[in-house]
C-alpha cells in the first residue's frame, strides 16, 4: 500500500486542533453538563453562547456551544502559527476549489471558514484572546477536571481523499486502520502537535463529527466523573467505557452524549510521536482484538455522529462490508 | 416487614469471611491467572494445591485452589475468634439439625465442616498459620495487588430462611432488597466485621456461589489490572466493570470469571458499620438505577455461578417475577 | 518482655474511636479550614459549635469544633455497642478511682464524661442522632474527601499504665515501639475496630493531644490537599508529608495543622487484623528507618500537641534518651 | 526588560530533548536503580553500557548509562528533524565560533557533538534505530513506569547568553524568573515541543547538569516509586518530594539521585504551549511561595549538579545575593 509522502515543511504551518462549536437546543441544560458537572471553565457567557476551556488552556476557548436551531457541529477549529499562515491556508483551500470566507469572529479576530474534501466546515484562525491558565487554581478543579483539547474523529465516507488532503497540509499521519487482508482504509490518524491525533476520520456515512475529545488528569476522574454524572441526572450520558482502545492512540477514555447527543470523549494518556522516523502504524480491523478486554462500543458509538451546519450526509460509497467504528471489531 | 432482631451478643463469635476452596481443572492456568496476573502472594504450593492471600494478610490463605474433579466452589470459610468459639459453633449448627465435622485441615488445623440453611457448604476455624504481612514488601505489589478477602455472595432460592439463619449467630443485616411494592426479599447483605458485608444472599437457582470478593488499593488498579488481564491472554474473563454498585455496599467493582469461571469481584472502597444505631438499608429494586451510569450485568452474571461441591442446586421456589441478580434491573 | 494479656471477652465492649471536639479560637477560619477546603460535611452548626462528619459516616458527628477559649482538645470521644456497656463503663472506671460524671450531650443523648489514666478526658456514648451517609452524593466530594475518622494519638509520660488500662478494657495491642536493646515503651498502638488503631500511646510530656486521623479514598487526594490548602492560603498547615510510615500502621499519610495548631492526619490505607493469633508487631526504634525514604518529621511534629482542657501536663519522668515522636529516628 | 525576539521559523528545526548520557562507576548498580526499580525498558547492553528508554518511546534511548571513570553527565542530546537540519545546525554553531564534529554513534548514526555557549556538551541527532514502544506491554510496567524524557535543566553562571542564543535557534521561552525588583534573570525555561520545557538554565556555578526529567503516569506512582526505591535501597536517593511546583510548569514532582549523583526528576503534569500569543511568563523569586507547601528544597538540590565531561565549572560571576535554585525562596 502506498501511503502519501509526509511534507515535512509545508506551505503554511497547522498547529494543533483548536476548538468546536456546537448548536445546542437549551443552555441551561448544556451549562448543567459541561460546566457543573465536567467541570468547563467559563471563558465568557451570554444568552445565547457559553465560551468555554479546560483548566490548563490559556486560549480563550476550546468549545462553544450556540443555542438555537438543531443541535448540530457547527464547525471545527483549527489553529494556524501566524497571520501569514492565515492568507497561506486560504490559498491553498481556493486553490483546490474549496469555498473560502474570512469572518470576524468574537474573541478570536480574523478566521477563516473553509470547508475540507470530507465536507467538514473548519474555523481557522492564528490567535485568541487569551485567558489566564487555571492549572493551579485547585478550587477550580472539578467533576473530570478538563485540561485542554485534543482532537476530533470525523466520520466520511471516503476516507482515502481526507488522508491525501490533510497530508499534503503538512498533518502526518501517526496510525491507521484498513479491513483485514486488504488495503481498504478504514480510519486514519493525523496528527500536527506531536501526540497521536488532532484529526480523525473514519469510514462511515459522512461528513459527520464522531466526537471531540479532551484530556483529563488521572484513571480516578474517569471513574469520578461518571459517578457525579449520575447523580447530576446524567447517567445516561455515558456511551461507552471508562475502557481502553486496543488501537490507535492506546488511550483510557470515557465517551459521553451532551443533552443534545453531541458525543465527547474523556482520555487520559497519549504518546509522544515527533521523529521522522515514526513511521504510521498500521492496524488491520481484527488487531484491534489482540489484549482486548470489555464491552464493545454500543451500536450508536458505531453508527451516530453530530450533522454539520449545512452538510448533507452522504452514505457510504462502497459498502462490501458492514461500516464499522474504529474500536469495534 | 419485620426483619429479624440483631443479636448483639452471640453465643459464639463469627469474625469475618475466612478463605474459599475452589476445585480448578488446570492449575498451572490458575497459577498465570492468579499470582501471575491479579497478583496474589503464593503461601504455599504443592502439585495439587495452591495456597493464596492477599499483600496485607497475615493469615495462611484467603483462597485455596485444589486441582481435580469439577470445577466446583468446594467449601466458603469463616473464622471464629476462638477454639471456644469453635466447639459452641458446632452445638448451634448440630442443633439446627445439620450435619457437623471436625477435620483436620493443612495450615489451619480443627476446622469445622458443616452447611448452613441454604446449602452452603462452610468451613469455619479459629485460627491460621501466620505469614509475614506483605504490606510493605513493594517489590511483590503486582496486577491488581489484591489486600484481603472481604466477603462472599450466595445464590439461594429462599433469601429469608438464610438471613434468619445467620443473624442468630449474629450476623447483623447492613443492606437488603426487596421487589418493589413487596417485602419479598431479593438479597441480603450481612456482616459480622464491621463493614458492609461478610456474606450476601441473593434470589436464584441454588445454593451457588456467585463470587468471592477481594480489596485492592486503587481506582487506578481496576482499570489497570484489566490492561494486564487483556495482555496475559484472560480479556475475556473481565465479565462486568470497571463500574459503581448503585445499592449495596456502594462499591467501585470489577466482576473477572477465572479459567473455570469461578466469579471473582476486585473492589476499592465500603464503609464502616459498626454502630448499634446503624438500622439495615432498606431498597426496592428499581432504587438501583438511581443514579445509575454504565452497562448493565451481562446475562451470565445474572444466572451463573460456581456449583458448590456435592450439593443440588434448586430452582427458585416461587418466581413470580424474573430471577434477576442484585445490581440488574 | 511481658506485655499484658489480651481480654477476648471484656467486660463492656467499646467499638471504636468516634469523635473528637476542638476548642478553637475563630470558628469561621476553623469552617473554611475543615468544610471549605479539606471537605468535611456540615451536619449542624450555630454561632459557637461546628459539628463535622466524614462522607461516609451515618453519624451526627465525629469532628465538634466549639469557639471560645483556649484552642485545646476538649475530649476524646469513643463510642460502645449499648446503652448497658455505658454503665459497665462508668462501673469500670469508678473502680479505678477515676471521675465519671454523665452528661446529656446533644446529638448523642447520655454520655459518660471520664478521665483515663493518663488524663486523657474521655467522652463515652453509645449512641449519637443518625445522618444519611454522603458516600454516593459525589456532588459533595470536595477536597481531601474525608471519609471517617480512624483514631486518635495521646502524648502521656507513661505509655505502661495507659497501655494496661486500655488492654483491659478489651482493646488489642497491634503494635508497639520500643528503645533499642530495650524493653522501655515509646509507643503503643490500640485497638478495638479491627484495623490497626483506635487510640495510640506515644511517650513525651503529657497529657496531650498529638493528633486526631481520618480516612481518606486515593494516594492522589493525599497530593491534592496539600495544593488545595495552598491554594486557600493554608500551605504551611502541611506540617509533614505527604509521606509513608515505616512503622506500626504503614500509612500513607500527611498531617496538617489547623488554624488553632490541632493536629490532624489524613490517610489512606490500614491493614485489617481481627483474628486471635495477630500477635502485637514488636518494632525497635532503628527498625523505622528500615526502607525509608523522605523528610524527618518536623521539631513542631515531634513535640507539640493540643493541651487537654482542665489537665496539667506532666514532663517526661525519666527521660534517658531524647524523647522522640514515634517515626523519627 | 527586554527579552530576545521569539524565532518562528528558525534556520533549522530542533525538534525536542533527546537523550542524555551519564557515566556511572557501578552499572550493575545503576542497572538496579534505572531498571529494576524505576522501570526503564532495555534497549541494549553490553559490559560498558545500558541502553534505556520510556514505555511510550519508540525510539532507540532516552538515557544511556556508560561505565568508567569519573560520574559525570557527557552529554545531553537534542533531535533535530531531518539529516538536512543536522549539517544547517553546524553551520549554525561554526559560525558562532563553537568546536563542532561529526561522530557516528551507536543506535543514532551520524551526530553532531558540539558545546552550547553556557558549555553544554551538546550530542545532536536527526534519527535513531527504532524500538517498539511499550505503551501495551502491560506486564513491563513496573516501578515509576517512566513514559519519556522531557527536558533537562543545566546551570550556567551567565544565564542570558544562553537564553539568546536558545531562542535564535527557535526555542520558545515559556517562563522566567527574574530577582524581585529587578530584572536580573534566575532561570529561563525553554521549550520546542509544545509543553513547558526541553531545556532551562538556572543561574548557579556551571555548567553542571542539574537534572533530567522524565514523565510517569500517575500520582499513585510518584508515591509508589518512593516506597520501592526504599524496599530496594535506595531509601536516601529521594532528595525532594513528592512535592509540586508553585512557579514553572507546575509539575508534581519528585527529585532523585541515582547511585553516582545524578539527579534525575519524576512528574506527571505540564501544559500545552503552542499558540503564537503565549507571551512568556514572569515570575520574581517571591511569587513562587504563593499557595507554597511542603518542605523546600535541601542544599544539596539547591547547590549539586553531575559535572560535564571535560568541563570546567565556572563560579557564579556577580553574585549580588544568595545562589538559589529555582525553586527555593
Redesign the interface.
Given at each position: 500500500m502506498t501511503l502519501p509522502k509526509t511534507v515535512?515543511r509545508p506551505a503554511f504551518a497547522v498547529?494543533?486542533a483548536s476548538h468546536v462549536v456546537f448548536a445546542v437546543t437549551d443552555l441551561a441544560k448544556s451549562r448543567a453538563f459541561y460546566v457543573e458537572t465536567l467541570g468547563f471553565v467559563v471563558s465568557d457567557e451570554d444568552k445565547s453562547t457559553l465560551y468555554l476551556r479546560g483548566l490548563?488552556?490559556?486560549?480563550h476557548h476550546s468549545l462553544v456551544l450556540k443555542s438555537g436551531g438543531a443541535p448540530t457541529c457547527e464547525r471545527v477549529g483549527m489553529?494556524v502559527?501566524?497571520e501569514d499562515d492565515l492568507d497561506l491556508a486560504q490559498a491553498h483551500f481556493k486553490s483546490r476549489g474549496l469555498p473560502t470566507r474570512f469572518v470576524d469572529v468574537p474573541f478570536q479576530g480574523r478566521s477563516l471558514h473553509t470547508v475540507d474534501v470530507a465536507g467538514t466546515p473548519l474555523e481557522i484562525c492564528?490567535?485568541?484572546t487569551?485567558k489566564p491558565?487555571r492549572?493551579?487554581?485547585?478550587?477550580l478543579?472539578h467533576g473530570a477536571c478538563p485540561?485542554?483539547i485534543d482532537h476530533f474523529q470525523v466520520l466520511t465516507n471516503e476516507v482515502r481523499p481526507a488522508l491525501e488532503f490533510y497530508m499534503q497540509m503538512g498533518f502526518r499521519l501517526s496510525e491507521y486502520i484498513v479491513n483485514d487482508g486488504t488495503d481498504d482504509l478504514r480510519a486514519v490518524f493525523l496528527q500536527r502537535?506531536?501526540n497521536p491525533h488532532d484529526i480523525v476520520f473514519v469510514n462511515n456515512a459522512g461528513p459527520r463529527l464522531h466526537h471531540a475529545a479532551f484530556t483529563i488528569?488521572?484513571?480516578?476522574h474517569?471513574?469520578?466523573i461518571?459517578?457525579?454524572?449520575?447523580?447530576?441526572g446524567f447517567?445516561?450520558?455515558?456511551e461507552w467505557g471508562?475502557g481502553?482502545h486496543?488501537g490507535p492512540g492506546?488511550a483510557?477514555f470515557v465517551y459521553l452524549r451532551d443533552p443534545d447527543g453531541h458525543r465527547i470523549e474523556l482520555f487520559t494518556?497519549h504518546?509522544?510521536?515527533?521523529?521522522?522516523?515514526?513511521?504510521p502504524i498500521r492496524w488491520q480491523a481484527s488487531d484491534l482484538s489482540v489484549?482486548?478486554?470489555?464491552?464493545f462500543p454500543p451500536v450508536s458509538w458505531q453508527q451516530e455522529g453530530s450533522a454539520f451546519a449545512g452538510s448533507d450526509v452522504r452514505p457510504l460509497a462502497i459498502q462490501e462490508r458492514p461500516a464499522v467504528a474504529v474500536h469495534a471489531r
Open positions: 515535512f498547529t494543533r490548563e488552556e490559556g486560549c489553529r502559527l501566524t492564528a490567535t485568541m487569551t491558565r492549572i493551579m487554581d485547585f478550587e478543579f485540561q485542554r502537535k506531536g488528569p488521572e484513571v480516578y474517569l471513574m469520578y461518571c459517578d457525579l454524572l449520575g447523580r447530576n447517567g445516561a450520558s455515558v471508562p481502553r486496543f492506546y483510557r494518556n504518546y509522544q510521536t515527533i521523529d521522522m522516523e515514526d513511521e489484549g482486548r478486554w470489555g464491552t
